[in-house]
């Protein structure tokens, strides 16, 4: 009993000591666990805690933040929200529809006229950055034209015309409705980016050329190479800006004289963690680096969004080692974030779009590997994990009808489904609240259960930017 009390005290006397900060943030940087459950949460700090020997005992970083909330994340339509309307919730500050973008609810999903009125524009907290002349910058593991990243720049009644052929697919004019990349390339905020990095070169040339790594045709049709537009368009101004595509260049990049820089290093999604050539691709740590380094040069403060993309699709997958590996991922670029700046004057925000159906059974033991059984079934006799899903293509009966029981191989297999109980080709999300773990300036405003959509409210009022009520307005 001595132990426990003693570290109940501890934390009593850490929470005592917290101060409040309030001061305007010069920066904000936002971090985004797609998918990132609180049962994620639980389950990488624990999976974390089997590499370092402390199990249940471990922390993940931002468990370590000042404050923290939960967000409820249903969207304007549907219980469970998509990843598209989550992001114009947190980025813009106003819920909308299933599967769009940067548009109220007043939309109707895949009818392009809607993205052609600006009176249903929701504008982004790097919108507001960039009128208040402060840089802005994303970094993501997934395609820069995905519905997390678009979140920041692109007005789209559909998250799935990343460019022009798929606008096309579904028999609207892309010469009358931009499709994201484009909006990227030639719109505020996306063309005033000083840095863009992550996947999907593919929606950047024609389908006449060739990707320069995979060898694969581009997807555009209207044969515009937006890379080059977006170098054209930076030298016309008379900015230096580079372009690179795989690790070696973006760890050369000369960050003094480099005003702009994009880094577009897959064809689609970055691959992942536990696959991901070493030698070619860049880390999310590493990539979240530069990009502070590249950031911090304006003296104004900057936003900057980074998104752990893959952790939701080894969900969907039901492929859990995967999942918290990405986890743990994005857990590092917290922490060289935190090594990077002044919590005076930097809010560290991270949080979830959404949740998964993972669930943590019990009753394993204590120090249990997470990725391992925890018990045998009193109704079949059969080993049951720690870890499962409620739906998924991880659903397993076998020929005679009866549930699967994994072998020890499969545990250790990186691409193996955990069971789900109903089953799906794809997970889908869960409609539980995600967690929010805020540090920095005006982190107190955030200690309860709040709408998914006042996020980006808090974060402008301690930045002083936006339309909306602000700190530096109340001196």
Known sequence: KAYWNKDAQDALDKQLGIKLREKQAKNVIFFLGDGMSLSTVTAARIYKGGLTGKFEREKI????????????????????????????????????????????????????????????FTYSIAHWFQEAGRSTGVVTSTRVTHATPAGTYAHV???????????????????????????????????????????????????????????????????????????????????????????????????????????????????????????????????TKVAIEMLTKDENGFFLLVEGGRIDHMHHANQIRQSLAETLDMEEAVSMALSMTDPEETIILVTADHGHTLTITGYADRNTDILDFAGISDLDDRRYTILDYGSGPGYHITEDGKRYEPTEEDLKDINFRYASAAPKHSVTHDGTDVGIWVNGPFAHLFTGVYEENYIPHALAYAACVGTGRTFCDEK
């Open 157 to 287: 009644a559909d998250r799935d015309w990343e460019n022009d052929s798929d606008v096309v697919h579904d028999r609207e004019d892309p010469e009358i409705c931009d499709d994201i990349a484009e909006q990227l390339v030639f719109r505020e905020p996306g063309k005033n980016f000083k840095v863009i990095m992550g996947g999907g070169r593919r929606g950047f040339f024609p389908e006449e050329a060739l990707d320069i790594e995979d060898g694969i045709p581009g997807e555009r049709e209207d044969g515009k190479h937006l890379i080059t537009d977006w170098l054209d368009d930076k030298a016309s101004q008379g900015a230096t800006a580079s372009y690179v595509w795989n690790r070696d260049d973006l760890l050369a990049v000369d960050i003094r004289n480099t005003d702009y820089l994009m880094g577009l290093f897959s064809y689609t999604h970055l691959d992942t963690v536990l696959t991901r050539d070493a030698e070619m691709d860049p880390t999310l740590p590493e990539m």
């Open 61 to 120: 970083s931002w468990e370590e933040f000042d404050f923290a909330a939960l967000s409820k994340t249903y969207n304007t339509d549907k219980q469970v929200t998509d990843s598209a309307a989550s992001a114009t919730a947190y980025l813009t500050g106003v819920k909308t529809n299933q599967g769009v973008i940067g548009l109220d609810a007043n939309t109707v999903r895949t009818n392009c006229s809607y993205q052609l009125d600006e009176s249903l």
